[in-house]
């Protein structure tokens, strides 16, 4: 005996597997964009702000200098630089197998963000001075000290790794899973209510029985 198919059940897979799609085209969109933004900023400062003294913007609040950082933030790590890129390296493979699962729109923009900064600084890892793997980072933005006394000096890409990262921290918080689900505060996962009386051979058997019975005429 064979059961036949339920209403709509030829659409439910392609329409499953449209927010799949959106939210990876957004993710990589945001990535690619990131990158080469990051790319043109980093030139433009290698051309415009090499031997030339600080720029002082909004009062001091920013300070555009060029540096080359071998390390991380406060240039920690300067003397294992080899080390980034295989942690960069790790960084992409892990959001490619997030990416497996992904339908939410907000978490595409959080992970594309840490993709394309996370690209972007890695780029300078493999193709910059001094070689292959050992290359600096070209920073460019130093907030209230022009040489990074009070903040590290930073670029585009660490903004953009900083910007998704604390996104996701947001999603996080607020249950926002990366498949499109929702978690309520007890961990329960929120569902769609469904509204109007009970339909089906079940209806009259799981119908309010509160009601008063009326009398025949």
Not at 65 to 78: D, E, H
Request: proline share 7%; net charge positive; hydrophobic share 45%.
């Amino acid at each position: 005996m064979t059961t036949a198919p339920t209403a709509g059940s030829g659409t439910t897979e392609p329409a499953g597997r449209t927010p799949r799609r959106r939210a990876v085209v957004l993710l990589v969109g945001i990535a690619l964009l990131a990158l080469l933004t990051d790319l043109l900023t980093k030139h433009l400062a290698l051309q415009l702000l090499d031997d030339r003294p600080p720029v002082r913007l909004l009062g001091g609040a920013v300070y555009l200098t060029l540096t080359r950082n071998s390390g991380a933030a406060w240039s920690i790590g300067a003397d294992h630089t080899w080390v980034f890129p295989l942690i960069t390296i790790g960084v992409v493979g892990w959001i490619a197998w997030m990416a497996l699962r992904l339908r939410s729109l907000p978490w595409a923009v959080s992970l594309g963000l840490v993709l394309g900064g996370a690209l972007g600084n890695l780029t300078d890892r493999i193709f910059r001075a001094p070689g292959h793997f050992v290359g600096h980072v070209v920073d460019m933005v130093s907030l209230f000290d022009p040489y990074g006394q009070v903040w590290p000096v930073f670029n585009l890409a660490d903004s953009c790794l900083v910007s998704g990262v604390l996104l996701a921290v947001l999603l996080e918080l607020t249950g926002r899973q990366r498949d499109g689900r929702r978690v309520g505060a007890k961990g329960d996962t929120a569902t769609p209510a469904t509204t109007g009386p009970p339909t089906g051979p079940l209806s009259a058997e799981t119908a309010p029985t509160d009601a008063e019975p009326r009398e025949r005429a």
